[in-house]
């Protein structure tokens, strides 16, 4: 009697491992070569969000930048988790650094302080989200992996309402971010000159 249950547990087991190795396969398959590429994108940006918030709430002279810069960090190390969970479905490694871009953003900040750290801040904040949202919203619009689309769509929210909370905080520091990414109006040191 236990010999036969314990068969029956044995082949329920095998069943839904192999459902569930199913269920992954399918998932990388319908996921496009676009659609790995937004989601490691989406991780480098996020380790470098979570990397800038932690320099703005050490760095920031005023209170609205360091909580921004907090705020940076603990939406993006969630939605970055997150989509980790995504990309282990689609067979996407999780990049282990950030772009030279971003790096490179990273040591313009390192070198300012007060004012024209909050103020370069401020800008590279407003450009990175307003570059964002029109990736996340063009890969929940036309992805191909609906595991994907869904971590886009919800992203594209919270990068909409960072969007808007660092515009907010651009009018009250007198920042004004050009189409071309410039900071105008706000001095020559929030551009790092």
């Known amino acids: 009697m236990k010999s036969i249950r314990f068969q029956r547990l044995i082949a329920l087991s095998a069943f839904i491992v192999l459902i ?22 989406a991780l480098r940006g996020g380790m470098a969000e979570v990397d800038l918030g932690q320099l703005a709430v050490k760095k920031g002279a005023s209170d609205d930048v360091k909580q921004f810069g907090q705020k940076m960090v603990d939406d993006h190390t ?4 997150e989509m980790k969970v995504v990309a282990g479905k ?15 953003l990273k040591a313009k900040l390192e070198v300012l302080s007060g004012d024209s750290f909050d103020k370069a801040y401020i800008s590279a904040m407003v450009k990175g989200h ?43 520091h007198n920042v004004t971010v050009s189409r071309n990414g410039g900071t105008v109006g706000s001095g020559a040191a929030a551009n790092g000159r």
Do not use: C, W
């Not at 199913?22 to 994108?41: L, P």
């Not at 969630?78 to 988790?81: I, Q, T, Y």
């Open 90 to 104: 689609i067979g996407v490694t999780p990049p282990s650094m950030t772009t030279p871009s971003n790096m490179a």
């Open 78 to 81: 969630r939605m970055g988790n």
């Open 130 to 172: 307003e570059e964002d949202l029109k990736d996340f919203k063009n890969e929940a619009a036309s992805g191909t992996s609906p595991e994907v689309k869904r971590a886009a769509s919800q992203g594209a929210t919270v990068v909409s309402h960072h969007l808007a909370m660092i515009r907010k905080i651009a009018q009250v």
């Open 20 to 41: 569930a190795s199913a269920a992954a396969a399918r998932a990388q398959a319908t996921a496009s070569d676009d659609d790995k590429k937004f989601v490691e994108a």
